[in-house]
Structures are given as C-alpha cells and as structure tokens.
C-alpha cells in the first residue's frame, strides 16, 4: 500500500517510481532495462514524461494500492495548465491506463467535485462502478465501527459494561461523518492500547480531547491558504445570510461578496469554497455547511477574529457568538459518567 501526502507527490515521474517501487529497488530494476541515466538522476524532460511512467508502471513487480485522501485539494494545490498540472495529467493517465499483470488500484477519496477536477486530468473512462458517492453513516452503523477499533484493535471485552457508554460519547462527536469516525476511532484504538483496555472516565475525556484537535486540524486544512482576515468577510457573509442552520442562499452571500472591497472575485471566491468542501449544494438549489461541528468550529473562529480586528459583529451574528458560549459553558460543566 502506497499512501500520497498530496496529489504533487505525482507530479514527477521519478518521485512517483521511488514511492511505488522504493528509491534502491527503482534504481536497481531501472539499470537493468536500461532505462536512462537522466533518468536514473531524476532529469526528465515534460515531453519524455509518458514514455518514462510506462517503462516504471512495467517495473511494478507486487500487488499494489495507492491512497490519496482529501483528493479535491488537488485544485488547489496545483495551477491548471501549469508544468507540474500537466505532469500530474500524464501520470495519472499513465497510471489509470496501465497494463501490469501484479494488480494496480488506485484508491482516491475526496469531496462531490472531485470527479470534475479527474475529468480535467483527462483521465479517460471510469469503471461504472468505479465512483461511490459516501454520505454520512447511519448511527447504528457509526457505532459499529467505532466499536471494531475498540474491540479488534485494543482487545477490549466486546461484553464491557462501559463500552456502550463510551460508544454514545465518541459517536456524539462524531456526527456520522467517516473522517471523524475513523480520526476518533484511531485515537480510542491507540490510547486504550497505552491503558491496558481500561475504559475509564480520564482516558476517554483524553481520547475526545485528542480527537477534537483532529477534527479541528481538518477543519483548518480546508481554509488552507485563505487569510484570517480573508476568512472574517466569508464568515460574515455566510451566516449574516442563513437562512437557518442548514440553508444558505447563494445569491444573497454573492451580493455581500460585491459590496466587499477586499473580495475582487466573488464568483471565484464562492467556488473555491464549494471545491475546498467549506459550503455543499443540496438538491433544493440551496448551499449547507456540511458537518455541522464544522459550522460550530467557523463560528468560534468568527468570534475569535472579530475580537482580534476590533469588528463588530450583527445583532444575528452576535447571537451565534452568544449560543456558543453558552454551549461551551454547559459542556464544562457537565459530567462524563465514571466508569470503571
């Protein structure tokens, strides 16, 4: 298995041979077929890209699966039409059209627009059943998997007096989303490892503390490269328009958009959010946030900036603001059941 950090980790034919076959062993197969030296140093000219990735792709020898999560990123990260898009293009071509008797997957997970951004990669076809739209789990099947981690990865008595308490605690934070489930399952995995399978009330505020940083990081991976003073004027233009919690009218956060001297491109900047995953469309017409801890987390920010900049907030937004601290109040004061 072959896990890539980034889609530019396949933006070099060379880079993407040393992390599917292993640097020593490329160098070693790549001799014997002689393959060239400009090659061997890593050199390698945009128009000699395909012939290269396909005289790699015949040195893979094993089984192999490569992973790309958050994979829309891709549009981010790289610049259409730019030397390192258009090697990436190749590659992934090279890859997707392969011919190697091993076996070759490629594994890509990431948001609804991810199969636009493959489409502009020219990759040819897809498999009909190639592309699998997740939506969120349902609870039941939320809490099984959680419960897998716990008792398949830390040995725990699946029969625990505790574990369906535990359960309902990870799965409130976990609201059904798959990164979530698994970032919180993960932590739960490792830290009942450390503690010997003991379910107690100090390991798992840890595991939800741990886990919230995770969840929170993510959150933050999604606003890469926007300011904070950039993130203030979409913030305010998102939730001085909702509709409600689930309902966010385009038009309207648009016009807010034009009417700001610091966004020059309000169409673009709209899009870029729905790329990065930040706002979603339903089937009414209408945009959401899709996780809800992730509007929680945008409001908190909001708050955060708007105290930085001295920005007063509306009288809508400062009852977000108001809400929230309530709510982080309650959840202090609040007890975890103690367990043994």
Request: hydrophobic letters at 35%; charged letters at 25%.
């Amino acid at each position: 298995m072959v896990e890539l950090n980034t889609i530019i980790d396949l933006a070099n034919p060379i880079q993407c041979a040393h992390l599917l076959i292993g640097r020593k062993k490329f160098q070693k197969k790549a001799k014997e077929i002689g393959l060239d030296l400009k090659v061997l140093k890593g050199k390698i000219e945009y128009e000699k890209t395909e012939e290269t990735i396909s005289e790699i792709i015949s040195l893979i020898d094993t089984p192999t699966l490569l992973i790309l999560d958050e994979a829309q990123m891709a549009e981010i990260q790289l610049t259409k039409g730019s030397d390192p898009w258009r090697q990436v293009s190749v590659i992934l071509n090279g890859l997707h059209n392969l011919k190697n008797e091993h076996g070759f997957v490629c594994l890509f997970g990431g948001l609804s627009n991810t199969q636009n951004i493959f489409h502009d990669f020219k990759i040819s076809r897809f498999y009909t059943n190639a592309i699998i739209d997740l939506q969120r789990i349902d609870q039941s099947s939320e809490k099984a998997i959680l419960k897998d981690y716990i008792v398949q990865e830390a040995y725990v008595d699946p029969h625990h007096p505790d574990l369906d308490h535990w359960l309902d605690q990870l799965s409130k934070e976990t609201l059904q989303w798959p990164h979530h489930i698994v970032c919180y399952a993960e932590t739960a995995s490792k830290m009942l490892k450390k503690h010997n399978g003991v379910l107690s009330d100090h390991v798992l505020g840890t595991i939800l503390g741990k886990g919230l940083a995770l969840k929170n990081d993510y959150y933050q991976r999604r606003f890469y490269k926007i300011s904070p003073r950039m993130r203030c004027f979409i913030y305010h233009a998102i939730f001085e328009n909702e509709m409600n919690p689930n309902t966010i009218d385009v038009d309207t956060v648009l016009d807010d958009f034009e009417l700001n001297p610091y966004i020059k491109e309000p169409k673009k900047t709209w899009n870029d959010l729905v790329s990065r995953g930040i706002v979603q469309v339903q089937g009414n017409g209408f945009y959401q946030i899709p996780i809800p801890s992730m509007r929680t987390w945008m409001i908190g920010q909001y708050q955060a900036y708007c105290q930085t900049i001295s920005l007063k907030p509306s009288m809508k937004i400062q009852r977000m603001f108001d809400t929230l601290t309530s709510s982080k109040t309650k959840d202090l004061n609040s007890e975890i059941k103690p367990t043994g």
